[in-house]
């Protein structure tokens, strides 16, 4: 079992930034992906991000890359996204997960106009 934590989210203004944190305990030898994916009101979770973690490498969904970056802290069991230049479209639960399998119970972040 691999059990997750998020925090971080909050009321934002459009431009602004905000940083998620998900830490992770538990069985995290074995996992090798942490993501984030978001749900927004009235639609289905989407991804946002991944990473893998030994060799760090990440991928984006294409509305966030340029603005959104992953990554991790092997000694925290921690990983983050960096969220820059927020959009109202951005608002949503930010859910993170280990393998696509165990997820945290999500952090709200809403951007207003």
């Known amino acids: 079992q691999v059990q997750l934590v998020e925090s971080g989210g909050g009321l934002v203004q459009a431009g602004d930034s905000l940083r998620l944190s998900c830490a992770a305990s538990?069985?995290?030898?074995?996992?090798?992906?942490m993501g984030w994916s978001r749900q927004a009101p009235g639609k289905e979770r989407e991804f946002v991000a991944a990473?893998?973690?030994?060799?760090?490498?990440?991928s984006y969904q294409d509305s966030v890359k340029g603005r959104f970056t992953i990554s991790r802290d092997n000694a925290k069991n921690t990983v983050y996204l960096q969220m820059n230049s927020l959009k109202p479209e951005d608002t949503a639960v930010y859910y993170c997960?280990?393998?696509?399998?165990?997820w945290g119970q999500g952090t709200q972040v809403t951007v207003s106009s």
């Open positions: 997960s280990a393998d696509y399998a165990y």
């Open positions: 538990g069985r995290t030898g074995s996992v090798t992906v």
């Open positions: 990473i893998t973690w030994n060799s760090g490498s990440t």
